[in-house]
T-cell receptor, first 112, second 117 residues
Framework: DSGVTQTPKHLITATGQRVTLRCSPRSGDLSVYWYQQSLDQGLQFLIHYYNGEERAKGNILERFSAQQFPDLHSELNLSSLELGDSALYFC???????????FGNGTRLTVT | ELKVEQNPLFLSMQEGKNYTIYCNYSTTSDRLYWYRQDPGKSLESLFVLLSNGAVKQEGRLMASLDTKARLSTLHITAAVHDLSATYFCAVDKSVGDSGGGADGLTFGKGTHLIIQP
């Protein structure tokens, strides 16, 4: 158990809908990262928050947004969903620079 | 744009054999990570390599980093069935004192390893 909690585990929704994925980092970790894993794109970095502030953006679509709250949990919001957004979304946390990422168990999103 | 290539992408080997997985990357970096993923599971950190010449070992796995060649290797010694998994290398494009992973990691496509009894 990595200590990173993601909910829900599975999500099935229709095209055009909006969903929110939630992540609680390990105790003491200030950094939260979101990654998308799909068969065709592999693991793609989406966004990084550190202590409530956005630090870096990766391949995140404009339809997607995230935030990190004062209690350090994070939410990834996906809107106007398309079939191609179906993937496994991982949250990872880290205590600081140059330290390994600890991944949650992921949220499997299926868009029908 | 940083590109990370792993080879092989698929590897079937017998227990007791040795093998090496290679990870090449396209731009300067002195930070590289190895992760393991079991089917349907999350990613588990194996090694963090933070300088040229870094070598880390854990059990039957040993990882090394050559920043001049932009190459990392993951060597498996006397493989056992429990090591069957997908192994990913991931590169941090930060160099020196900058960033330290803040810009996210670029992952290779993964090496799917099957170790047969």
């Amino acid at each position: 158990d990595s200590g990173v909690t993601q909910t829900p585990k599975h999500l099935i929704t229709a095209t055009g809908q909006r969903v929110t994925l939630r992540c609680s980092p390990r105790s003491g970790d200030l950094s939260v990262y979101w990654y998308q894993q799909s068969l065709d794109q592999g693991l793609q970095f989406l966004i990084h928050y550190y202590n409530g502030e956005e630090r870096a953006k990766g391949n995140i679509l404009e339809r997607f947004s995230a935030q990190q709250f004062p209690d350090l949990h994070s939410e990834l919001n996906l809107s106007s969903l398309e079939l191609g957004d179906s993937a496994l979304y991982f949250c990872a946390s880290s205590v600081g620079p140059d330290r390994p990422l600890h991944f949650g168990n992921g949220t499997r999103l299926t868009v029908t | 744009e940083l590109k990370v290539e792993q080879n092989p992408l698929f590897l079937s080997m017998q227990e007791g054999k040795n093998y090496t997985i290679y990870c090449n990357y396209s731009t300067t970096s002195d930070r590289l990570y190895w992760y393991r993923q079991d089917p349907g599971k999350s990613l588990e950190s194996l090694f963090v390599l933070l300088s040229n010449g870094a070598v880390k070992q854990e059990g039957r796995l040993m990882a090394s980093l050559d920043t001049k060649a932009r190459l990392s290797t993951l060597h498996i010694t006397a493989a056992v069935h429990d090591l069957s998994a997908t192994y990913f290398c991931a590169v941090d494009k930060s160099v020196g004192d900058s960033g330290g992973g803040a810009d996210g990691l670029t992952f290779g496509k993964g090496t799917h390893l099957i170790i047969q009894p």
